[in-house]
């Protein structure tokens, strides 16, 4: 009769043989429990492991935030840089050796805030960079600030009013920059974080995810998994990424409407 | 008159005592020094002594530039006016600038007289008004042993003491017109030629030249009506007219030079002249006279300044001193010089 | 053989050909054997109007500074001449249009400013111009060849870069530029006969290699190329620009990118990237945009991740002086950006280290994983010398990375600390070594920590590794015949040049002076500079910055306060008063 310990020690020997967790690290996420965060990284390793990409010919690249955390998780090579600048270093390391699959890496404050400048740019230069842009609507690092697409009327310390600037819309964002491939995603589901990322790993150019998460720490009032839950639904059946206009449409109608946007198929290296 | 622009058109003795008198009378006028020539105020009656070695460049040179930039004279080198305008009060330089002025001392001096038959021989004869003039003859000087001096200007009495004193050979052709504007009256003419014959120069008959050509590079032929002579050197020294030409179209009353009240005074207010470029009235003669000589001119420079500045000096020309030839005046206090 | 070191200046408004013409000079006297030393100043705003004077020293020894009196002017514009008055020596000579379209008025006129000894050349340029090619503008090769006869500059000279300058533009253009040339040759001859000076006597041509002329910003731009630059990133900022200019020219023939950025954060963090993927980059700006990189310049200092970053100092703060030179951002360079955050520094002073220390910054920042900083300046990138084409050496172009060996597949340590406080660096794309480079204080596998002992050895461990770069970096050199020294003179950047100018001059007469050439700003050999502070009775440290960022840095070595030179003018230290102030310093000395 196998004891509990011993069914649970053949199934870590298994998991273990299986290499499949090759890509965590060592370490622990230091992430709150119940973060959003997890999904995503499950997602990405995932995406990882499944199209078979040799660890040490990845870099993550990741700014600042609970998100720029990322990469320490992750069996690949990893430069966890400053505050707003993961998309211009990203792009020297991908021009530098393009035989690297280079993932981009942080939350909406380091993307639409500080970095809010790079967007447009690593957009219309196509540059061969995912980038995975975890929009959970808050600053939690820094402990509850709002950020740029926080809600009108978000209280906090930093706001104890109520936030009066009317958010950014990233996915919307990246459409008008001209990014040649935008999905939006949600946390609470990995496995389409993890199909999404590797269309977009494969896509000849600029691929954005935007990932609604959650901050259960700080955030108990706007972005919670119920409330996400209540609003992600997927996009219609008949959508066609290739269609730019549709796009537009579908994103200026529907908040959290998620799967692949837009994707253009005409891409001139 | 203190704010106004003072100009003396000429960077000779007049003009220089001209200016040093302006300056010292009134010690916020602007002076301006306006010269064609490009060096700066030297002796001209002493460029024989330089040719003779006696004196070096610094000698000649009067003040330095310091000098005039302490003072505040501004000195204009190598630049010519080429028009004046009298109701604009303007005058303008070759290289088209035009300089407003309030009052204005004509002080330009003459230049080298060559009667019209030898004005084709002009590059094969030197003269002698300027440095540069007088380098040539060092550097042909250098060269050469014997020179022809035709016609006998004061300069060339002084040339030929340079001459001598190098031990060169003189021959010396005495003109009629030699001592322009003063027609030798045949008394003066046998005082020089003594004089010179004395000194060990040849004095030969006046004739006219016909031809001269240059032979080799040290030596010229020169044909005159009654010989032919060869000599390593011509020069020409018929006097000195007025450098007036610039001023012809001004409105200026012009005969030779410029012609001026007892005071200086041109027609023009607080326009004058002085200086070799000048005819002065004589009021007792009731005629015009012309100054030669150094002394001349700075004396006339300087009545020209405190004139311009409001006095009313006469020049003072007493007759004994003035020669009365036809039809021409000179002061000549020259005479002695020699 | 008599020297010859004349400084001539060709002055005149935008459009009237004047950089051509002062380029047609530099390039003439370069090729008759002479060395060269050209300065150019450009109108501030972009368009249109505006004084453009070119100022070159040529001589027949090296020249290491400029002058500051001017002794031939060609002016092409006497409005805007006029401003360059001032600065003529005593005897200088003037060539102009003695025939200007319309009459000037004496206080507006060039010729009223000169002093009476001033030669003046006055030709009619335009009239000349058009007689000979039917049009004025070959006005500024009429005036180049008058310039050209009175100074005694052969015929053929000036002829021979025209015509290769010209080709390009047809056979038009070449002749209207070669008949301008030679009727203003031929009227000065004709007309000047008298007054031919003979300056420019052609020396004998003792062989050696043949030598070019280059400016600091094409030298820093050859050298990156001949370092194996594959990519620049930057962003476009006087007087750097022309760098990025250079590169996007010469670059994509030989396999590189250069990419123009959003921003100067994006270009150093770019930068950093690419080094950190193992290609090497460069990015180069000036002040207001290296205050923008400090950020990420420090983060390549935590994270240990080599980079090359030009800074072209310009006149500050802020916005500042975008045309004009000065010294003012060695603080910034040596400490900008937050924490200890120790880096290397490093500044050219003449052309020649332009390209040599711009090759090997990338060798520095490999081989000592650190972002390297080469401070250069208006002056110093806009001027133009003649020097033998620089080359760099295989080993000076080497790549000096310091990879990890293979037995640490496994058990690799990032950052390692060891001896010299250089930790191997994998590079991605390595098998077995993999890591994560971070900006937050890490433990020696790169894993964030904030424990005193761990930052305490982290950072002694990041400064060591600095300190041990001495030994690679150019050690201060010294002028002087040793021995006791009443004053001794330290100085960097372009200032050197003028300093070397002073204390020969000081020599020359006999006076006990040095100079000592710092070129490696930070680290800095403390024990050199202090032997050669104890020798001397007073160091002197002139600078074009307002306190004396240098003096601040290394003052504290000597045994009594260094004096302070200081100047904000925005122009070249003139050498004149280097000398002035040493007199001074030796005169107070012996009372």
Known sequence: MKTKGKVLREGVHRIKESRVFDIRSEALPTWCPGCGYFGIHQGLNNCIQKLGLAHHKVVIVSGIGCAGRSLFFTRTYGLHTVHGRTLPVATGVKTANPELTVFAVGGDGDGLAIGGGHLPHVARRNVNVNYLLFDNSIYGLTKGQPSPSSPVGMKSKASPSGTIDKPLNATLLALTYGASFVARLFAGDPDSICRALIEGVQHPGFSIFHIYTSCVTFDKEFKTWANLKKWVHPLPQDHDPSDLRQAFDRVLDDEFSVGIIYKRTDIDK | ?????????????????????????????????????????????????????????????????????????????????????????????????????????????????????????????????????????????????????????????????????????????????????????????????????????????????????????????????????????????????????????????????????????????????????????????????????????INLGKIAGLNLLGGMLSVDASPESIFFVDGIIVNTSWWTEF | MPVV????????????????????????????????????????????????????????????????????????????????????????????????????????????????????????????????????????????????????????????????????????????????????????????????????????????????????????????????LKLYFGYPITPATPIMEYLATHLPALGGRVIQMEDEIASIGAVLGSFYAGTRAMTATSGPGFALMTELITHGVMAEIPAVIINAQRGGPSTGLPTKTEQSDLHAAVFGGPGDSPRIVIAPTNVAECYHYTVKSFQLAEKYQTPVILLADFYLDNRVENLPMPEASESEKSGSNVLPENSLKGSYRRYEITESGISPRALPGMEGFIFSATGLEHTQTGVPDYSP?????????????????????????????????????????????????????????????????????????????????????????????YAGQLANLIGYIHSKDVVRLNRVTGTPFPPSAILEKIEYLVQVGDE
């Open chain 2, 1 to 297: 008159m203190a704010q106004e622009h003072c100009v003396i058109i000429g960077n000779g003795p007049a003009a220089n005592q001209a200016a040093l008198t302006l300056r010292e009378n009134s010690s916020d006028a602007r002076i301006t020094i306006v010269g064609q020539e490009p060096f700066p105020h030297y002796r001209p009656h002493l460029l024989p002594e330089y040719i003779a070695g006696r004196l070096s460049q610094e000698d000649l040179c009067v003040n330095t530039p310091a000098f005039y930039k302490e003072c505040g004279i501004k000195v204009r080198l190598g630049q010519k006016v080429v028009h004046v305008d009298f109701n604009k009060r303007e005058l303008v330089l070759d290289h088209k600038e035009v300089i407003s002025f309030g009052g204005l001392i004509i002080a330009c001096g003459g230049k080298q007289r060559i009667p019209e038959h030898l004005q084709v021989f002009d590059d094969l004869m030197l003269t002698l008004k300027t440095p540069a003039d007088a380098a040539q003859w060092i550097e042909q000087l250098s060269q050469v042993d014997s020179v022809l001096i035709v016609g006998g200007d004061l300069t060339s009495l002084s040339l030929t003491k340079a001459l001598l004193s190098l031990e060169k050979r003189v021959i010396f052709m005495l003109n009629e017109d030699s001592f322009w504007p003063v027609p030798l009256c045949n008394e003066l003419s046998e005082k020089i030629k003594h004089m010179l014959t004395e000194r060990g120069v040849e004095v030969i008959k006046a004739g006219r030249i016909k031809r001269v050509t240059r032979v080799s590079d040290r030596s010229i032929e020169v044909e005159t009506d009654n010989k032919t002579l060869r000599v390593g050197i011509l020069g020409a020294f018929f006097g000195m007219t007025p450098n007036v030409k610039f001023l012809a179209r001004s409105g200026l009353d012009i005969e030779r030079g410029v012609l001026v009240d007892e005071y200086l005074q041109t027609r023009f207010d607080l326009v004058y002249a002085a200086g070799d470029c000048a005819q002065v009235y004589h009021p007792t003669i009731k005629d015009y006279w012309v100054s030669i000589g150094y002394q001349n001119a």
């Open chain 3, 5 to 228: 070191d004349v400084t001539v200046e060709v002055c005149g408004m935008a459009g009237d050909g004047t950089i051509a013409a002062g380029g047609l000079i530099n390039e003439a006297m370069s090729d008759g054997g002479f060395s060269v030393l050209a300065f150019d100043s450009y109108p501030a705003e972009i368009r249109g109007f505006g004084r453009c004077v070119t100022r070159s020293r040529i001589g027949n020894e090296e020249i290491v500074a400029l002058e500051d009196k001017t002794h031939v002017l060609i002016s092409l514009n006497d409005e805007q001449a006029r401003s360059r008055v001032p600065f003529l020596s005593e005897n200088s000579m003037i060539f102009f249009d003695s025939n200007p379209a319309v009459y000037v008025r004496e206080d507006k006129s060039l010729v009223s400013e000169l002093d009476p000894e001033t030669i003046l050349f006055g030709m009619p340029f335009n009239d000349i111009a058009t007689a000979s090619a039917g049009t004025t503008r070959g006005r500024n090769l009429t005036a180049l060849g008058c310039f050209a006869a009175i100074c005694g500059a052969p015929h053929d000279l000036f002829r021979g870069v025209i015509i290769r300058k010209f080709k390009s533009k047809g056979e038009k253009v070449l002749q209207t530029n070669l008949r301008s040339f030679d009727a203003g040759f031929d009227y000065a001859l004709e007309h000047f006969s008298n007054r031919i000076k003979s300056i420019f006597l052609i020396p004998d041509k003792v062989g050696g290699p043949k030598k070019v002329l280059l400016s600091g910003n094409q030298a820093i731009g050859k050298a990156a190329i001949d370092a194996g």
């Open chain 3, 453 to 545: 002992e761990n930052h305490m050895l982290m950072t002694e461990k990041r400064h060591r590794k600095i300190t041990g770069a001495l030994g690679d970096l150019p050690s201060p050199e010294e002028f002087s015949s040793g021995g006791k020294l009443d004053v001794g003179v330290i100085g960097w950047g372009s200032t050197f040049g003028s300093i070397l100018e002073a204390v020969t001059s000081a020599r020359n007469r006999g006076l006990r002076v040095g100079g000592l050439k710092i070129t490696s700003i930070f680290p800095f050999h403390e024990s050199v500079i202090r032997a050669f502070m104890n020798r001397c009775s007073e160091i002197l440290i002139p600078e074009l910055n």
